[in-house]
């Protein structure tokens, strides 16, 4: 399996923002994908996931209502729109696979495949 995780950059408190996760080396595309963050400091957390076999999404509590996570099976991509940001937003975003979305967070270790992870900077 393999991630590319792109669209990291700085924007301002309020502002939009898309984060795309390429994935490939899955197939059938029935596997769950999660988006965790990692602030300076802070643990790796989970962010968002979504299992593309059936449309459910979780989204962690900060961040419901702000982000939205989708996934173009055409494409093989996974998306993370982030809107509304806050300052408390920035952090390296990854993109992981082979892991479990349930509608509740879980823990890094969970995932055994990971992206590069890409930089989103929010300013005040």
């Known amino acids: 399996v393999q991630l590319q995780a792109s669209g990291g950059g700085l924007v301002q408190a309020g502002g939009s923002l898309r984060l795309s996760c390429a994935v490939s080396g899955i197939t059938g595309g029935d596997d769950a994908i999660a988006w965790f963050r990692q602030a300076p400091g802070k643990v790796r957390e989970m962010v968002s996931c979504?299992?593309?076999?059936?449309?459910?999404?979780y989204y962690t509590q900060s961040v419901k209502g702000r982000f939205d996570i989708s996934s173009d099976s055409a494409k093989n991509t996974v998306y993370l729109d982030l809107h509304s940001s806050k300052p408390e937003d920035t952090a390296v975003y990854y993109c992981?696979?082979?892991?479990?979305?349930?509608?509740?967070?879980?823990?890094?270790?969970?995932?055994?495949?990971w992206g590069q992870g890409t930089l989103v900077t929010v300013s005040s």
């Open positions: 992981a696979a082979d892991g479990p979305c349930a509608g509740r967070e879980v823990m890094w270790s969970r995932y055994a495949s």
């Open positions: 979504i299992d593309r076999s059936d449309g459910h999404t």
